[in-house]
């Protein structure tokens, strides 16, 4: 069956410092995601990207985040410049055009 | 923003209870979908409903949208210990874009035998 795959599975990072994470989604989706969560609250959405643009962002994703598919496979997520309140683990998600989603099994970013 | 209340936020059960965790969202919704996360996890799609009312049922689970769309349910009968995680709702809100999901707190079942 396919699945979402995400590396890595677990970065550290130091405050002010660039991270990317790196997301496979499942190859005849449409839409890609990137969501956060931290430990023991909600799930938050960040962005959604559909036909190589940002469809959607929310509050969180502000200009130090950005999202690019760099190829026909992967989806990234970078943040520029990270802050400890970045601490959370992030899933990447994709869709089909019925928009239920699918999750990749995470990453978790430590900022120190 | 558009909300999505869920509640209650914790319940235990014994095994061959049944549960309901309830979703309430402040916008009307084009659609809402429900995911378990197991402790550790990642959220795992469960469901779909998109027709103001329906019903769909998934062995023992049964879910529900509201004839406003605004709100949900879902219901397990019989409890398993294979039920344990937390059940998030998430709506795609009727007026943006279509695709941003908004996720409830959860609702993080636990069962015991």
Not at chain 1, 15 to 23: A, F, H, P, S, Y
Not at chain 1, 37 to 50: A, D, H, P
């Amino acid at each position: 069956e396919p699945e979402v795959t995400q590396t890595p599975s677990h970065q550290v990072t130091q405050m002010g410092q660039e991270v990317i994470l790196r997301c496979v989604p499942i190859s005849n989706h449409l839409y890609f995601y990137w969501y956060r969560q931290i430990l023991g609250q909600k799930v938050e959405f960040l962005v959604s990207f559909y036909n190589n643009e940002i469809s959607e962002k929310s509050e969180i994703f502000d200009d130090q985040f950005s999202v690019e598919r760099p190829d026909g496979s992967n989806f990234t997520l970078k943040i520029r410049s990270t802050k400890l309140e970045d601490s959370a683990m992030y899933f990447c998600a994709s869709s089909g055009q019925y928009f239920e989603q699918y999750f990749g099994p995470g990453t978790r970013l430590t900022v120190t | 923003g558009q909300q999505v209340m869920q509640i209650p936020q914790y319940q235990h059960v014994q095994e061959g209870e049944d549960f309901t965790t309830y979703c309430n969202s402040s916008t009307t919704l084009s659609n809402i979908q429900w995911y378990k996360q197991r402790p550790g996890g990642h959220p795992v799609f469960l469901i779909q409903l998109v027709k103001s009312g329906e019903v769909k049922k998934q062995k023992r689970l049964t879910f529900q949208f509201g004839e406003a769309k605004k709100n949900s349910s879902l219901h397990i009968t019989a409890t398993q210990t294979t039920d344990v995680g937390t059940y998030f709702c998430a709506g795609l809100d009727k007026g943006q874009a279509g695709t941003a999901l908004i996720f409830g707190k959860g609702t993080t079942l636990s069962v015991s035998s």
